[in-house]
C-alpha cells in the first residue's frame, strides 16, 4: 500500500512557509516554463492537492555537481521547496542510510511505487564489458539503471553526463560511458544538460509534470524547450558589444575591463542554447560571461568533443561583423550614413530576401532541438511530449528523430 506523501503544499506548510511565498514560487516556476498566468492557477491546484511524485535518483559516472546545483536551488527564496517538490525515495548521495539497508530502501521504493515513481539519473553509465567501473552494491550502474527504468513513469537526466555521457564519454571514452536515451529506449526521457543543469529547471521540469502529468515539451535532443529554446547569445548582456564590433582581444585589457564581448576569447554563445543568463546561479546573482569567462557550450550536445578548444574562437558566426575591426565598422557606418534613404530601401529587400530565404530551412516545426534559430517558447498550448502510460509511444510533439540521430545533424549542421 502506498504511503501518504502529501502535497508540496502540505510539505511547505509543515516548515512554516506562507502562502504568499507558495505563490510566488508556483508563478515564478509558471513564468520559467513560458506558460501564461492563466495556467498559474493549474500550478496551485496541483501543488496543493496532489502527492509529490516519488524520485529515485541514480548515479553514474560525474562530479555530483547536480546534486549540488539541485539542492541549492532557491528560486524563490524558499530554500525549502526544492526538495519539498519531491518524495525522495532513494538517493546515494543524499540519503542516511547505507549498504544492505540502502539496497533495501531501494527494493521497496520500486515495489511500493510501480508504474509511478520518476527516476533523475545523474552521471554517464559505463556500458558493456567495461561497465563494471561503476559499481553500486556489487551491481553495475547499467544493471541498476535497466532495473529500476523498468517500472518507472519516467526519467529526467540532470546534466550533461546523464544526457549524453559528458566528460567520461568524451574521447576516447575509455569506459564506454552514454548518457541514458542510448540504453532506455522505452520509457520517456527529458534531457535537463548544463554542466551542471541549473536545479530550477529540474524544479520547473517537476512541477510541470505533476500539474499537467507529463513532461514539458522537449527539442530533437530531448531537452526542454522552456529552458533550451532560446540561444545563449541573444539574451547576453554583452550582445550590445558584439553587434557593434567591440571584443575583448586579451584578458585583462581594456574592453575585459569595460564588459566587452568574449566572442574573441572563445565563447560559445551564438551555438550554445540555455536560459542560463536569464535563470544565472548563486541567487540569480551571475552567469559566467557575466563574471568574464565565455560560455562553454556546456548544454550543448557532447560539448566536451564538439566545442573545444574553449578558447578557440567560432568560425563563421553570421549576421555581425566579427571580424571587422573599430575602425573597419566605422567606414561601414560611414557608408551607410552617405547612403541615405536609399540605403534603407535596399535593406528592407535584403531583409525580405533573407526572411523568405530562411523559412524553408527553419520551419518552426523542424526547429525543434536544432541548434540554429532559436523557436518560439513553448507558450500556452505547451503540448506534453511524453505522457506517464504511454511510453515509447511517439506523440505529435515528440521528436521525430531519436536523440541520438538529431545529434549528428546538428555537428554536420
Ligand atoms: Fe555574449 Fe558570448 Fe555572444 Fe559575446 S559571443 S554577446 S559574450 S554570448
Redesign the pocket.
Known sequence: MNRDVGSVWDALQARSVSRRDFLKFCTSVGAALALPADKTPQIVQALEQKQRPPVIWLHGQECTGDDESFIRANNPSVTSVVMDVISLEYSEVLMADAGAQAEQHLTDAMKRYAGKYLVVQEGSVPTGPNAHYCTIGGRSAETILREVAKDCAAIICVGACAAWGGWPASRPNPTGAMGVSKIIKDKPVVNLTGCPHNGFNAVATIVHYLTFGALPATDALGRPLFCHGVR??DN????H??DAGQ?VEAWGDEGHRQGW???KMG????E?YYNC?VLRWNDGTSWP?KAGH??IACASFDFWDQMTPFYGR?PN?PNIPVESTIDRLGVVLTGLTLAGVAAHGIGTVIWKHEKEKRKPEHPPEAMAGAEGEAPAGPGPEAAPSVTPGQAGTPSASEPATPPEDSSKSEKEA
Do not use: S
Open positions: 545563449i547569445h547576453c548582456e554583452r550582445r558589444h558584439f571584443f564581448c568574449l566572442y565563447c560559445k554563445g551564438p550554445a543568463p560571461v565565455g560560455c567560432l558566426v
